[in-house]
């Protein structure tokens, strides 16, 4: 049983060939140690490890094994706190700003996929993001303004623009340009796979049973005494319910569904293989894949148990089907793969990335939010220049000891 998702996922079945890295033993020294060889932890190790800085995944189990197989590859600058509301939230400067940190986070995801060899499904695409309802449109239109006004790539469309593209009506929607979707299992294994041959070690099957901070060093133990030292410790751990959650960061854990078809006949009627969701809470969202399914999620619900529930989790599967054929009905609906997973949500809908606020040398890369990708490169970037000593802008918004958290 998985404590982060529950029923058939796709992405893994992709890869015929996963490596393998071997369990941590003895005794061993390195400047970072990252807890969590997700997508976060790998990363923040591939980008440490290229700038030179020596660092080590622990990994309790596999590589990608966790939250990152049951991620739906959606890469959007947008977020599930809407631009407009984040400056009612913290400020225009710092709404901006996050906004921006997001889009450049999209550009670096780009950049690092460039330089992996093989397919791990990037690709460029655009997002639309229609209004549900025509309540909605005021708010949309709104949004629109503002990211217009601040130099972001996007353009309004009109109910009869998509319309005349999609075989669907809504009142009107954001079509925003620099975004990107990507096969998340077979991305992190690349990404380890280049991170190791860069310096990168890795270790999988090794659960920290005990960490203790010993005059100026941070000391991680297992179970069966296997020690890694290091000057400074990063906490990539996707959303398991640690204890530390509840002490820093008042978080909920929440549960969302999904489903891959079956490889469809044409995906003509899907205009550009654009990214789809909406402004509803929850909302639905959509995507192609390279080899011709289609994507579907949403439901979200407030329970952290994603492993509970076969018959529940069918009834909400069997929704999402029925939304996807309201929408493309000369498409397949049915879905071949589904699963449920569990993902965080802060309370200001923004991740936690950057130091403990009370243990010198340790550090938390927490992508919570629909954006978790996004985040998790964002955080490489951030915490690699404090561990460098430097400052970054972005940790008076995302830090732990954020304003919008207290």
Same mark, same amino acid.
């Given at each position: ?8 996922? %796709? ?28 997508? +976060? ?84 695409? +655009? ?47 954001? $079509? ?16 380890? &796979? ?38 400074? $410790? ?86 999402? +089907? ?9 498409? &397949? +609906?049915?879905?071949? %793969? ?36 996004? %985040? ?31």
């Amino acid at each position: 049983m998985n404590d982060h998702h529950a029923g058939k996922l %796709y992405w893994p079945l992709t890869m015929t060939h996963v490596k393998s890295y071997p369990a941590l033993t003895g005794k061993q020294q390195v400047e970072v140690a990252i807890i969590g060889g997700g997508m +976060s932890g790998i990363c923040c190790g591939l980008v440490l490890a290229r700038s030179g800085i020596s660092a080590c995944v622990l990994e309790r189990d596999a590589v990608a094994g966790a939250s990152t197989s049951a991620n739906t590859g959606l890469l959007q600058f947008s977020n599930d706190v809407m631009l407009t509301e984040l400056i009612e939230q913290i400020g225009r400067t710092d709404a901006v700003r996050f906004y921006r940190e997001c889009l450049h986070a999209v550009e670096q995801l780009a950049l690092t996929a460039a330089t992996l060899p093989g397919e791990i499904g990037f690709r460029r695409r +655009s997002s639309l993001y229609y209004a549900s309802t025509e309540q909605d449109l005021p708010q949309l239109r709104k949004e629109y303004e503002a990211l217009r006004e601040h130099g972001f790539p996007v353009h309004y469309w009109e109910a009869e623009d998509i319309a005349s593209r999609f075989p669907f009506s809504k009142p009107g929607a954001i $079509v925003t340009a620099g975004d990107a979707e990507v096969n998340p299992f077979q991305f992190v294994q690349a990404m380890a &796979d280049a991170a190791s041959e860069a310096g990168l070690l890795i270790r999988e099957r090794t659960e920290i049973a005990l960490h203790r901070s010993i005059g100026g060093k941070q000391v991680l133990e297992t179970a069966d005494g296997a020690r890694i030292e290091a000057k400074h $410790v990063i906490y990539a751990v996707g959303y398991e319910p640690e204890e530390l959650r509840g002490q820093l960061i008042k978080a909920a854990i929440n549960r969302s569904f999904a489903g891959v078809t079956r490889m469809q006949q044409s995906l003509a009627p899907w205009h550009e293989s654009m990214m789809l969701w909406e402004t509803a809470r929850p909302y639905l969202y959509l995507r192609t894949t390279i080899d011709g399914r289609i994507v579907i999620g949403g439901l979200d619900e407030e329970r952290p148990d994603p492993v509970q529930g076969e018959a529940a989790r069918q009834k909400r599967i069997a929704k999402l +089907s029925r939304q996807l054929a309201e929408l493309f009905p000369m498409l &397949d +609906s049915e879905l071949e %793969y589904e699963w449920s997973a569990a993902f965080g949500e802060s309370r200001d809908n923004l991740p936690f990335i950057g130091r403990d606020p009370e243990r010198d040398g340790v550090y938390y890369c927490l992508g919570y939010g629909g954006n978790g990708t996004v %985040y998790s490169m964002m955080a490489a970037h951030l915490l690699r220049d404090l561990i460098r000593g430097e400052s970054h802008p972005m940790e008076s918004i995302v830090g732990l000891s954020r304003p919008s958290l207290q």
